[in-house]
């Protein structure tokens, strides 16, 4: 009788063992062991360096183009507007 109850206790034993396996292995599996960070600041960090890199081709794409063309003064009111002949003004 001697040896069936050690048999069971084996038996009962490594079945708490692969449960304890099973059940322990999807957190493990959550933890990210390379950078110690939350995959929701992983995503914050990743989306604002995308944002800086739109920012800076906006900005270098800016120059570009205020550089090659000068300035030139409009006047979209000028048809709308009288003529400075009258000599009045406000």
Same mark, same amino acid.
């Given at each position: 009788?001697?040896?069936?109850? &050690?048999?069971?206790?084996?038996?009962?034993?490594?079945? /708490?063992?692969?449960?304890?396996?099973?059940?322990? *292995?999807?957190?493990? !599996?959550?933890?990210?062991?390379?950078?110690?960070?939350?995959?929701?600041?992983?995503?914050?960090?990743?989306?604002? &360096?995308?944002?800086?890199?739109?920012?800076?081709?906006? /900005?270098?794409?800016?120059?570009?183009?205020?550089? *090659?063309?000068?300035? !030139?003064?409009?006047?979209?009111?000028?048809?709308?507007?009288?003529?400075?002949?009258?000599?009045?003004?406000?």
């Amino acid at each position: 009788m001697d040896d069936c109850h &050690r048999v069971i206790v084996m038996r009962t034993l490594l079945a /708490a063992a692969i449960a304890t396996a099973i059940l322990a *292995n999807p957190g493990y !599996a959550q933890l990210n062991t390379k950078s110690g960070k939350d995959p929701l600041e992983l995503k914050y960090e990743q989306e604002k &360096r995308e944002r800086e890199d739109i920012d800076k081709s906006y /900005a270098d794409t800016m120059k570009r183009t205020r550089g *090659n063309a000068p300035a !030139a003064k409009r006047d979209p009111w000028a048809t709308v507007r009288p003529s400075d002949s009258g000599g009045t003004k406000r």
